[in-house]
Nanobody
Framework: QVQLEESGGGLVQAGGSLRLSCAASGRDVSKYVLAWFRQAPGMEREFVAAVGRDGGGPTLLATSVKGRFDISRDDAKNTVYLQMSRLVPEDTALYYC????????????????WGQGTRVTVSS
């Protein structure tokens, strides 16, 4: 099991950028898929992005963020990043880092390790 801790959230104006980081600890972190989810007030938690295991491999981005967000991982630092640009108020949410063994899935129920979340607020 891995432990996850997010950082990098904050308040940003529409059109701005932020980079979220998620530090992972535990055994064999490189063997885990690492993903980002977000949850806006009153909404369900939704998939944002995921990156495959063992140095990266495939990445998957939600349609709503494709072309604006990018996910990457640095296994030397056991860290996954979410680079967010051209932010819009609809991106306002609590962003969670998640991990699972094996392949990428988009359902939150498929992930068994979660961080506490970092808040992103985009002002118009």
């Amino acid at each position: 099991q891995v432990q996850l801790e997010e950082s990098g959230g904050g308040l940003v104006q529409a059109g701005g950028s932020l980079r979220l980081s998620c530090a992972a600890s535990g055994r064999d972190v490189s063997k885990y898929v690492l993903a980002w989810f977000r949850q806006a007030p009153g909404m369900e938690r939704e998939f944002v992005a995921a990156v495959g295991r063992d140095g990266g491999g495939p990445t998957l981005l939600a349609t709503s963020v494709k072309g604006r967000f990018d996910i990457s991982r640095d296994d030397a630092k056991n860290t996954v990043y979410l680079q967010m640009s051209r932010l819009v108020p609809e991106d306002t949410a609590l962003y969670y880092c998640a991990a699972r063994y094996s392949y990428i899935v988009t359902a939150s129920s498929g992930y068994n390790a979660w961080g506490q979340g970092t808040r992103v607020t985009v002002s118009s």
